[in-house]
């Protein structure tokens, strides 16, 4: 059995676990894979993730995974949040970024485009509202009415970040 299945077999042996810990601290479970021989936990908080709240949920799931004794060899836990440019994809995930600028690539035109960078303005289950901005100038103004974009066509969404000088 290759280092891959394995790793991909105890993720899923795991992920109830995991689960359950990280709910219990009141987080989200967002992600959990092997690198290498580091079990990985990526956790999300509406408010957004504090220090201690990694340091909570590293604390609890280390202490249930001695206890569960589910992985086979020497491992490194590692307990993160997703960060502020990681791919949007749940209901949820769109509903905590309302309001602010994303790019969004997608699988079909919609508006001329398959790359739209605007304001969200709303989200559903199955859609979401974006109002664009023209991307290819600094200043960038509003460049249309808001489009409606069905999940399905999204290929990746991410918040997009800008600084200010």
Do not use: W
């Amino acid at each position: 059995m290759s280092k891959n299945i394995l790793h991909a077999e105890l993720v899923e042996q795991l992920r109830p676990l995991a689960t359950k810990v990280v709910d219990g601290e009141g987080s989200e479970l967002v992600g959990l894979e092997f690198r290498g021989r580091t079990l990985i936990v990526t956790i999300d908080r509406d408010e957004g993730v504090r220090l201690s709240d990694c340091a909570d949920v590293g604390h609890q799931l280390s202490t249930s995974l001695d206890v569960e004794d589910i992985i086979p060899f020497p491992y490194t836990l590692e307990v993160s949040s997703p960060g502020v440019d990681r791919p949007l994809g749940a209901t949820r995930d769109f509903i905590r970024v309302i309001g602010r600028k994303l790019r969004v690539t997608l699988a079909e035109p919609v508006a001329g485009s398959t790359a739209l960078v605007g304001t969200l303005l709303e989200s559903t289950p199955e859609e979401i509202v974006l109002q664009p901005v023209d991307n290819s100038k600094k200043g960038r103004t509003k460049v249309s009415n808001p489009v409606r974009i069905k999940k399905e066509l999204i290929i990746e969404a991410k918040q997009e970040i800008t600084f200010r000088r």
